[in-house]
């Protein structure tokens, strides 16, 4: 009898799984690809040598908001547009296009259900050094953990 390697269980973070899922449900808007340029230009770190319009996932924290048992996290979620030369607008109106689209999202989280997305803020600041203008999206959001 010839049994099949089993894999170990892949642990899935609730803050990875929540931008998965927010980079999945956003990519399929042409909207905010043609804001962007032509295509969803959204990720971890700054595309090399890329003029925007583009977005980073920013600065996030997450924090166990358990309840009866049901395993939640509480998160806080940073995304940074960055503007084209001279247009504060390339950067509001794609921001707020993302804002539209995440308003109550189905979003699919593998592992975890989303229980809430809400939309805190949007700011936009231009920074002294550069000039280039950044609108950030601050995100709120409850995950479960699923039942393995």
């Known amino acids: 009898m010839s049994l099949a390697p089993i894999?170990?269980?892949?642990?899935?973070?609730?803050?990875?799984?929540?931008?998965?899922?927010?980079l999945a449900y956003l990519?399929?808007?042409?909207?905010?690809a043609r804001l962007m340029g032509g295509a969803l230009?959204?990720?971890?770190e700054p595309p090399r040598?890329?003029?925007?319009?583009?977005a980073l996932f920013g600065d996030a924290e997450i924090r166990d908001d358990?309840?009866?048992g049901a395993?939640?996290?509480?998160?806080?979620?940073?995304?940074?547009?960055?503007?084209r030369p001279g247009s504060t607008r390339s950067a509001v109106d794609a921001a707020e296009r993302i804002a539209d689209l995440l308003h109550d999202a189905p979003l699919s989280l593998s592992g975890h259900?989303?229980?809430?997305?809400?939309?805190?803020?949007?700011?936009?600041?231009r920074d002294p050094a550069s000039g280039?203008?950044?609108?950030?999206?601050?995100?709120?959001?409850?995950?479960?953990r699923l039942p393995a």
């Open 27 to 32: 990519a399929v808007d042409a909207t905010l």
């Open 71 to 83: 395993r939640r996290h509480r998160h806080a979620l940073g995304l940074t547009v960055f503007a």
């Open 49 to 54: 040598g890329a003029a925007p319009v583009y």
């Open 7 to 22: 894999s170990p269980p892949t642990p899935t973070s609730p803050l990875l799984a929540l931008r998965a899922a927010i």
């Open 113 to 125: 259900a989303l229980v809430r997305l809400d939309l805190e803020a949007i700011a936009v600041r």
């Open 41 to 44: 230009r959204l990720t971890e």
């Open 132 to 144: 280039e203008t950044r609108a950030t999206l601050t995100l709120a959001a409850v995950t479960e």
């Open 66 to 68: 358990s309840v009866d």
